[in-house]
């Protein structure tokens, strides 16, 4: 069965600082994988997806993430985080089926 | 191009009383997704619908909640006798049939049952 590991609930970062925040899924067969943001009482939006092709994905909002075949990886990266990037992100990984499988959630957290 | 939209945004229900969240999906969707989030856990499957057809709704509780999709109009999810425990986001999704299951999500309606 698949499932979506985000190993860390919060992370506190500051202001202008770089982060990363981790997805591992476990799957035996091709995967799609999504990363989106929810920011305070408001729906999720699509930050970013890797259906196939170039493994490095861009997203809005200055956001990436790479996929690792062999790592079962999908992390998010941001070089300088801003207080807007405040917000909780979830990944989420489907095998083209219709059933996303979720992560728990990350919590950004930015320091002034 | 207005997204998928859900109202109410906010319900208050007394316990015992019908909640009934509607979700209108995007233009050219035809998939519809219901969620619901609980405070400080992330999103839960519930159903997921095409028009006139229920294709999974083993997310849904078995009793107390239903959802349709009906050929003209919005889906609809309804929770009846409503108890504190309902109280949640519910958040609906709708796609595209294209199986690349990429999810434009409503702002979501907030049920808080007294």
């Known amino acids: 069965a698949q499932s979506v590991t985000q190993l860390d609930s919060q992370v506190p970062v500051f202001e202008e600082a770089p982060v990363e925040l981790r997805c591992n899924y476990s799957?035996?067969?091709?995967?799609?994988l999504f990363w989106y943001v929810q920011y305070p009482n408001q729906g999720l939006q699509l930050l970013l997806k890797y259906l196939s092709g170039s493994t490095l994905v861009k997203g809005i909002n200055g956001f990436e993430a790479e996929f690792n075949k062999s790592q079962t990886s999908f992390h998010l990266r941001k070089p300088s985080v801003h207080i807007s990037d405040t917000a909780e992100y979830f990944c989420?990984?489907?095998?083209?089926?219709?059933?996303?499988?979720w992560g728990a959630g990350t919590k950004l957290i930015i320091k002034p | 191009n207005a997204g998928v939209m859900q109202n109410p945004r906010h319900l208050v229900r007394r316990r015992g009383q019908e909640a009934r969240l509607r979700c209108s999906p995007m233009?050219?969707?035809?998939?519809v997704y219901w969620y619901r989030q609980l405070p400080e856990e992330g999103l839960k499957f519930m159903v997921y619908?095409?028009?006139?057809?229920?294709?999974?709704e083993s997310g849904m509780p078995k009793e107390r909640f239903s959802a349709e999709f009906p050929k003209e109009g919005p889906s609809i999810l309804r929770i009846q006798q409503v108890v504190r425990g309902d109280s949640a986001a519910y958040f609906c999704?709708?796609?595209?049939?294209?199986?690349?299951?990429?999810?434009?999500f409503g702002a979501g309606s907030r049920l808080t049952v007294l």
């Open positions: 989420a990984v489907t095998r083209g089926n219709y059933q996303l499988i």
């Open positions: 999704a709708s796609s595209r049939n294209d199986g690349a299951n990429v999810l434009t």
């Open positions: 799957s035996s067969v091709s995967v799609y």
């Open positions: 233009k050219g969707h035809s998939h």
């Open positions: 619908l095409q028009k006139e057809n229920i294709i999974d």
